[in-house]
């Protein structure tokens, strides 16, 4: 019995975990300029087109927040639990926790391995000047037209 309790601390110390990384962004990780979105009528129709004036590449390193160790801890307790009984279900338990959590922080280390972003400059029809962040240019070349939609640019 003093092992399901156990367990159940486990679970809920990893629910509590993952759920503070949760965060409350709604536009994918991109900051929006101040004043954007409130325009009406023609400006904002202008401020959603615009030429791009260069693009860089950046390699952006992902941060680890130990959240993979932690969710594979718990997923390894609970299928180590499930083997054995006594001291053999303890020390499987135990084991399982150890490698779910060593396999859950080499999954969370290659999902945040270092990748390249590029860096975007707009000039906006209505004179603003942006700067968009994408994981990719597909076909975008400087001097192209381009459309604002959501945080991404898109050739028109």
């Excluded at 486990?10 to 300029?33: F, I, K, P, S």
């Excluded at 396999?103 to 999902?111: D, I, L, P, S, T």
């Amino acid at each position: 019995m003093n092992s399901n309790r156990t367990l159940a601390v486990l679970v809920l110390a990893a629910t509590a975990a993952l759920t503070g990384c949760a965060t409350g962004n709604q536009n994918g990780g991109y900051r929006q300029a101040p004043g954007y979105g409130q325009q009406t009528g023609y400006q904002n129709e202008a401020a959603s087109y615009g030429t791009i004036e260069s693009i860089q590449v950046r390699t952006v390193q992902g941060q680890s927040s130990g959240a993979g160790a932690v969710a594979g801890g718990v997923v390894g307790a609970l299928l180590g639990n499930q083997v054995g009984s006594g001291n053999g279900r303890a020390a499987a338990t135990v084991a399982g926790a150890v490698a779910g959590g060593l396999v859950g922080n080499n999954v969370e280390n290659n999902r945040n391995a270092p990748r390249d972003e590029y860096q975007i400059s707009v000039r906006m029809d209505n004179g603003d000047y942006r700067m968009v962040n994408q994981d990719s240019v597909y076909d975008l070349r400087v001097g192209n037209r381009v459309r604002l939609i959501d945080g991404r640019l898109y050739r028109y």
